[in-house]
């Protein structure tokens, strides 16, 4: 057993001999005898000893003072006993001997506190306090003061801020600070009271009390009272003065050679400085943590911090802050090819991620998303090469933050998986970055193929230099090759280089989001997001085919109204797989033709046809073609400008293909038409009687708009189209019609003519069907073209006028004027155009009348019903055939017009078995019947949604008789409605009378907004 030596410093003398007894056993004792050896002597010896000390130091004290007391006879001393005049500076000076009254007392209070007896010690602190501020011992005033008030503290736990004396403190660290040169009675006095009022919830003024110790000269008492300041300013909700003492404190602490203390300091305060307008402060603490720390993550947390856009850095400091961020991970022996780190710059522009599957197209092909319905046009395409019963699924060959990402991308093997993103350097200095490259992960490899290589080779920028503040666009691909099967792009990784050459490797993370999500209540109240998909891709089995598509279109400064904008297309087959279907779909329904061109010059044009699932999509299926590898072949796209000036037209145009083991591929374009007016004409009528028209064209270009602009028209026919039984408006034979003109000669237009011409339009009798004396339906004034297109008429505009009784279909008829035209504008450009003008319904409108038409029409309508109508004669076969046609979708500007019009038209065709007539109603029901005062006393699901102009309509129709509706729609807000199904009901009566109810066919009706 090993003895421990203990000594006690006690300022009593110790003339009992059972304490001298206790004190000697006690000095030589085994580890586990102390405690009770401690124990006994301070329960049957110091205490006893201390109690009897204290109360004869009580009664020495009661009867020195007398009945008068010593504060009354010092202040007698002070006011008549002629006290010393010296100088204020000696006061600090003053002792007491030993056996005075004041020490005794002084010796009384400090035993009373070290014992437990705190009340009574706070009554002595308290008097012997005033007898030194009377002999004015400043130093021992204040720590009697002091004392008081921790005596105070101890014997009332439950004492009140408001009831502290808190100016005991203030008096005595302000006399300690005046007249102590002693650091450790400052430091004890002010770190006593912190804890004090901090204990009593006076953190603010815990923190005033140890600011006020900065005036030392001692650099380390200041940063330690600055450092406990800062903490109880950080309670106190005070987080900016916090931060402040903390800067002051590590600056103090740094001054005193305690650099770790210092950093400590630093590294609190700096997340108060972190996104904040204080950016001097953070890039300086930002620098000395990254220099001096030795905590790696906080050091490379500050060197990543500096290097972030500042308007208040200059290019000298961004430059050293990248030479700081390099040498920083160097230090640590971060960011080598085994470690990259998070690289703070340059930064990637998430929303201009895009990702090319496949080889094509190329970046400057990709299409601008213009409103342009590419999954419609596509889906359309699709079903014309491989029928309407197979699955469609959207090939997303290029997906964008406007594409749904939702689902992984299928990429072919072999073929690069391009990446393209925008990086800029937010510095104020030049950054080199170098060996940039894709990061990947989530690499999967096919069964059996583990040990092959799963990428065939992959793009690696050597080196890349950013100019100050530069934005550059980075194409970064992967060729997967056949072994894999899926992967993920998760980041760029790239080395950043210093002004020396030193570089350290990183990556930069790409976080792409997709849209939010509101489709049910619980997402619109929170924040959702879909999931993005764009950097995830399956590598597709099979190989798929491959044509390089050149696009080739006249130079032209400007486009003219009704103009033919001809597009050459050089197909090549550059892939590893025979092609043997191509198909051309466009949103183009009236203005695009297509043609196949030989090598000998020949022209085929390629019929074109709506497509199974959409009306306002158009195909031209070029049939079974065949385009073996490296061979080629050309198609002549022709595309008619709009027939006004008031806004740009976009068509797209999506050439689809297949191979030859069924995979299919796209290939996008859009021609873009801002045209200007140049030729015009109208129709009226002039004698019904006899179906004589004037129709009037005119050269609408301005003489001080160009040079020289005149206008040759070609020819002039009558173009009629039908509602098929699909709802598809089509072009049928006008061959029966005659047009017959009334002059004869040419007609040329300069700048700003005009010219009327009369024409004759009849229906040919059936021995006139052969004559040549009698005229057809067009009407030629000059030699036609070679290649003049052969595209499908405009589709006719929605009419409000009266229902018209046709004994068949209604037929809508067209003048179509082709015209030639030369132009030269001012700065000498010669352009040669050719174009068509269609007038828009001039027959209908003009309510003209041609002689026979309604006997033909019926024997067409009597001929359609034989072939298309055949029903078995049972009470369940439809006595009434009611049909819709589709609706465009509209663009509305809601801001200018509160309502936008849609029109309805409702076909109802009589073909009931028993030949009887029907009076038929149609009867719109709206959806909410009670008027109301408020939309808010209805929840959206239940308030009108639209109104129609007619609300009951009847009519009579006789066995084989067809009639059209026509109605106007109004609506109030973009959306998806359904026009007919829902609140429109047919009842029909026969004659014999028999009533019965049919359902109008389901007709949406899409209305967006600008």
Not at 549 to 569: D, E, H, S, Y
Request: proline share 5%.
């Amino acid at each position: 057993m090993c003895p421990f030596k203990i000594t006690f410093h006690v300022s009593v003398n110790y003339n009992s001999g059972v304490v001298y007894k206790m004190f000697r056993n006690a000095l030589y004792c085994s580890c586990g005898g102390l405690p009770a050896q401690s124990e006994r002597l301070a329960y049957k010896s110091l205490v006893p000893h201390v109690e009897r000390l204290m109360r004869t130091l009580f009664e020495q004290l009661a009867a020195r003072r007398g009945l008068i007391g010593k504060s009354l006879t010092s202040g007698m001393k002070k006011w008549f006993g002629g006290g010393s005049g010296g100088n204020l500076a000696n006061l600090s000076a003053i002792s007491f001997p030993p056996e005075s009254l004041e020490m005794q007392s002084r010796r009384l209070a400090d035993l009373a506190f070290m014992f437990g007896l705190f009340s009574f010690a706070y009554s002595q602190y308290r008097s012997v306090k005033k007898d030194f501020e009377h002999g004015q011992a400043w130093l021992h005033h204040a720590a009697a003061t002091e004392m008081a008030a921790m005596a105070l503290y101890f014997s009332d736990s439950s004492i009140s801020p408001k009831h502290f004396p808190r100016h005991y403190f203030d008096v005595a660290l302000e006399n300690q600070l005046n007249y102590s040169g002693k650091y450790t009675s400052v430091m004890r006095c002010a770190l006593n009271a912190a804890h004090v009022l901090g204990n009593l919830t006076m953190v603010k003024e815990a923190a005033a009390l140890l600011s006020s110790v900065s005036t030392l000269d001692n650099d380390m008492c200041v940063a330690v009272t600055q450092a406990h300041a800062s903490r109880y300013f950080e309670e106190a909700k005070m987080t900016r003065k916090a931060a402040f003492y903390r800067v002051l404190a590590g600056n103090r602490f740094m001054k005193a050679g305690l650099k770790q203390n210092a950093l400590e300091c630093y590294r609190l305060a700096l997340h108060k400085y972190i996104n904040t307008s204080w950016d001097s402060v953070e890039d300086h603490l930002s620098a000395i943590l990254s220099t001096d720390t030795t905590d790696r993550k906080l050091a490379v947390e500050c060197a990543c911090r500096l290097l972030r856009e500042s308007d208040l850095q200059t290019d000298v400091n961004h430059a050293a802050f990248v030479d700081n961020f390099v040498e920083t991970l160097s230090r640590f022996k971060a960011g080598g090819e085994a470690d990259p780190v998070l690289l703070p710059v340059p930064l990637i522009d998430v929303r201009s991620v895009r990702v090319i599957c496949g080889e094509r197209p190329e970046p400057g092909d990709v299409p601008v998303n213009n409103g342009v319905p590419w999954i419609d046009i596509e889906r359309a395409a699709f079903h014309t090469l491989a029928g309407s019963s197979s699955a469609f699924r959207p090939t997303h060959l290029v997906s964008d933050s406007e594409t749904d990402n939702q689902r992984v991308r299928s990429t072919p093997p072999g073929e690069r998986f391009r990446v393209d993103f925008t990086l800029r350097n937010p510095l104020k200095t030049s950054l080199t970055v170098q060996n940039v490259r894709l990061g990947l992960t989530d690499i999967h490899m096919k069964e059996g193929c583990e040990n092959e290589q799963p990428f065939a080779g992959e793009e690696v920028i050597p080196m890349l230099t950013f100019q100050p503040e530069e934005s550059k666009t980075v194409v970064l691909w992967v060729r997967p090759s056949a072994y894999l099967l899926g992967f993920r792009v998760e980041s760029v990784l790239l080395q950043i280089a210093s002004s020396s050459g030193v570089c350290v490797s990183g990556f930069l993370s790409i976080n792409l989001r997709g849209k939010r999500l509101n489709k049910n209540p619980k997402q619109m109240k929170s924040v959702v997001y879909a999931a993005d998909e764009r950097l995830r891709a399956n590598v597709a089995p099979k190989r798929w085919p491959l044509l390089d598509f050149r696009v080739t279109r006249k130079n032209q400064p400007q486009i003219f109204c009704g103009q033919a904008v001809t597009l050459t297309v050089d197909v090549e087959n550059i892939g590893q797989e025979l092609v043997t279907g191509l198909c051309v779909a466009t949103d183009g329904v009236d203005c695009v033709s297509a043609e196949t061109l030989d090598g000998r010059g020949g022209r085929n044009a390629i019929t074109p046809g709506y497509a199974p699932t959409c009306s306002a999509v158009r195909t031209f299926n070029i049939g079974n073609v065949s385009i073996p590898v490296g061979e080629q072949m050309r198609l002549s796209v022709t595309v008619r400008a709009p027939p006004s000036c008031h806004s740009t037209a976009n068509v797209g145009l999506l050439f689809f293909y297949r191979g030859e083991n069924q995979t299919y591929r796209e290939w996008r374009t859009v021609v873009t038409l801002d045209p200007i007016p140049l030729f015009e004409a109208s129709a009226s009528i002039l004698d019904e009687t006899h179906g004589i028209a004037a129709i009037n064209m005119k050269n609408v270009m301005l003489a001080s708009d160009a040079a020289l602009a005149r206008c040759e028209v070609i020819r002039i026919r009558l173009v009629a189209q039908r509602v098929d039984d699909r709802g598809h408006w089509s072009e049928i034979d006008t061959s029966t019609f005659s047009l017959q003109s009334m002059r004869v000669g040419p007609v040329h237009l300069d700048c700003e003519q005009s010219c009327n011409l009369c024409v004759c339009i009849s229906v040919r009798k059936n021995c006139d069907l052969e004559s040549e004396n009698v005229g057809g339906p067009c009407w030629y004034l000059g030699p036609m073209p070679a290649d003049c297109p052969s595209w499908p008429p405009a589709l006719p505009c929605s009419r409000n006028e009266s229902d018209e009784v046709l004994s068949s279909d209604e037929d809508y008829f067209h003048f179509a004027i082709f015209w030639k035209a030369s132009v030269v504008n001012n700065e000498g450009h010669v352009s040669s155009i050719v174009g068509e003008t269609f007038l828009v319904d001039p027959l209908s409108t003009a309510r003209l009348r041609i002689s026979g038409k309604s006997a033909l029409s019926k024997s067409a309508a009597e001929d359609a019903g034989k072939g298309n109508r055949v029903r078995d004669t049972n009470p369940e076969s439809p006595s009434l055939i009611i049909s819709c046609r589709s609706i465009k979708p509209i663009i509305h500007d809601f801001e200018k017009n509160r309502l936008c019009q849609v029109p309805l038209e409702l076909s109802v065709s009589n073909a009931d078995d028993l030949k009887r007539t029907a009076t038929i109603t149609l009867r719109y029901t709206p959806k909410v019947h009670e008027a109301v005062s408020s939309l808010t006393q209805l929840p959206p699901e239940n308030r009108q949604q639209l109104w129609i102009d007619r609300e009951v309509v009847k009519a009579t129709l006789v066995n084989g008789e067809c009639r059209l509706f026509r109605f106007t729609i109004s609506v109030s807000q973009p959306s998806v409605y359904d026009t007919a199904g829902l609140q429109l009901n047919l009842e029909a009566v026969f004659d014999d009378g028999e009533i019965r109810n049919f359902k109008v066919p389901n007709t949406l009706a899409v209305v967006s907004s600008f």
